[in-house]
């Protein structure tokens, strides 16, 4: 295996065996935190220590609504879905809720162990699987899925390598939606390359910029793009006080005006992208 991947994997490693449950809600305003966090937090030193980044998805409820918006609707029970890079199963746990039949994926065995208890934890198990699995050497047959969700996973890998895979897997109609961070905003990526515990080398250089859209044109017909989280940003020190609830509605609503703008959107923080009708 590829020295890159090895890292990726004892990466992950790390992190999945401080933190079994979701990420984004480890570490935010008492109203959306996950309500036994100190139960699925193995090591509270190290939880701080490697998700001092988590602090910032204090923020992303719009992104998030957008995400599961997509899925409420597309989902059903004749609905087939693939959860690319998985993690440790928020994605797939929820379309399964929706009614879908899901398969998720990572190359982490810790982070798929995690998923598969969280499937059980949630009562999905029965329609919602995760596996170990090479995201850019899936064992799928062609075809095989209607839908595909991912969250910030494709800096994770050669892009082109794995839009090539999921354009194969996905149905001629297969529509896929993924979450993934920006490089543009220089204050951001700042951040990024003075925390190095908190990913990998590869994954700081890989961060996704707009010409990625000119990658994933090569394997999906059509590709749309929704841009998120500027101004938001700056209410993180405040997301456990009584402001920040007041606030964020605000600061959210300035931030879709601002964002709407293809000039400015790519300086924000995270970009929701709707992937559609495969190359075949």
């Known amino acids: 295996m590829e020295e890159r991947k090895l890292k990726e994997i004892e990466h992950s490693k790390k992190r ?77 746990v929820y379309a399964a809720n929706c009614g879908a039949e899901c ?59 794995a839009l090539s895979e999921l354009a194969r897997v996905m149905k001629p109609n297969g529509q896929m939606i993924c979450v993934e961070a920006m490089r543009h905003n220089p204050l951001i990526h700042w951040y990024r390359k003075r925390t190095p515990h908190l990913r990998t080398e590869w994954e700081v250089e890989h961060i996704l910029g707009v010409e990625s859209f000119d990658v994933m044109k090569k394997f999906f017909h059509n590709v749309e793009v929704k841009y998120f989280h500027l101004i ?17 509605p605000l600061f959210n609503f300035l931030d879709r005006i601002l964002l709407s703008s293809r000039f400015i959107g790519k300086y924000g923080w995270l970009m929701l992208i709707e992937l559609s009708n495969p190359r075949k």
């Open 16 to 92: 999945r065996e401080i933190l079994q449950g979701f990420e984004r809600i480890s570490d935010t305003h008492v109203a959306h935190q996950a309500e036994d966090l100190d139960d699925l937090i193995a090591d509270k030193e190290k939880f701080n220590y490697y998700f001092a980044n988590m602090k910032y998805y204090s923020i992303t409820g719009t992104s998030e609504a957008y995400k599961h918006d997509w899925l409420d609707r597309k989902c059903s029970p004749t609905t087939k879905i693939l959860d690319f890079a998985c993690g440790n199963g928020e994605n797939g």
């Open 103 to 161: 398969i998720g994926i990572d190359i982490s065995p810790e982070g798929v162990a995690n998923a598969n208890k969280n499937a059980e934890k949630f009562e999905v198990a029965d329609r919602c699987k995760f596996v170990v699995m090479d995201g850019e050497k899936m064992t799928f047959e062609d075809n095989t899925f209607d839908l595909g969700v991912e969250y910030g996973a494709l800096h994770h890998v050669d892009l082109e390598a």
């Open 232 to 248: 938001s940003l700056s209410l993180v020190p405040l997301r456990k006080t009584f402001l920040f609830p007041v606030l964020l």
